[in-house]
């Protein structure tokens, strides 16, 4: 099994390599295609031997070139679950006038229940399963690799934000994911977390985010840039630049008060 990173947009996306197929993660915004075929050739790998998409949620930085993709002789995996969000970036496109967008053509997508991921995902020498995770919308699923235990999540919040989201299901979500007993987590937009060396390894340790965000916060007194930052704490870009935002423009803030600004708790 190997995995691949394939960096060619806003959204991590990834090449799951089977014994017998391999399956794209997640696509990037619309537009994009050419550069995924690009990437893809940067790692000595071809579009045509790609068997199936599977894509963790329909927002539009997830399936912007999903239909490309399947006019490609790729096929497109949806979950039963998802039928009734596969449509919601066509409205988000059609305001995008200058950008090259293919809607879902449903009659080429196969549809599966969660159940039936694992034995579909055999048929590409992958042993894993595709489960639901709610919380950061109601058709986010990821992908379980048994022998790798890694979790490809797409947008599911960071763990490292858990301890804000207990009675949610966001929280509830990672409850199912952190009893598999992950060692490697793949994000669609933050840094990869690597359970087994301890980086937020389970919901005790999934950060004493206030520990995390004054960390953040001495760092930018440091004069640290968000990419240094990140290095340093694990922490995403994007979360680093909302913390540094709200402690830079807001002198004297409180931990709480830079988390309430940034309505970490609502997400």
Known sequence: MMITELKYSNTNTFLVEGSSGSLLFDTGWAGTFPLLCKALGQKGKRLQDISMLVISHFHP??????????????????????????HNADKVFAKEKRTDFTPIDDSGVKVITLCESRPLLKTLGIDGELISTKGHSDDSITLWLDKERTLLVGDLNPLYELELHKGTDIYESWQRLLALKPKTVLYGHARPAILDRGLFSKPSAAGDIYSLVKKIARLVDKGCTPEQIADKTGADTQFITDVTRMYVTHPGVSVQGILDRIEIKGK
């Open 61 to 86: 930085d997830h399936c912007g070139i999903a239909q490309n993709i399947a006019d490609a002789g790729i096929q497109l995996i949806a979950a039963d679950i998802q039928l009734p969000f596969m």
